[in-house]
């Protein structure tokens, strides 16, 4: 994983759960990062690894990983190899 990744990770808010809440902090973050938005849909939608690579940095820092993040079953982190 890049660097960037990691660095929007960490601008976005602590303790979402829903998939959804997550996404809009990620296009937020961009926006607040100086993307302009054609950047931000580039991350968005065309990048295939930006968003799972986000999503796996801020819930790094998480112990409980909601099953709409992963796709799969509620699961702790010790029971998954990140």
């Given at each position: 994983m890049s660097y960037?990744?990691?660095t929007i990770a960490n601008k976005m808010e602590?303790?979402?759960t829903k998939e959804i809440e997550m996404?809009?902090?990620?296009s937020k973050a961009l926006r607040e990062d100086g993307n302009s938005r054609n950047q931000v849909s580039y991350y968005m939608s065309v990048?295939?690894?930006?968003?799972?690579d986000v999503?796996?940095?801020y819930n790094?820092?998480?112990?409980?990983?909601?099953k709409e993040?992963?796709?799969y079953g509620d699961y702790y982190e010790s029971?998954?190899?990140f």
């Open positions: 960037y990744p990691q602590k303790g979402l996404y809009a902090e990620i990048d295939e690894d930006f968003i799972p999503l796996q940095a790094e820092k998480v112990d409980y990983v909601p993040v992963l796709g029971e998954i190899d």
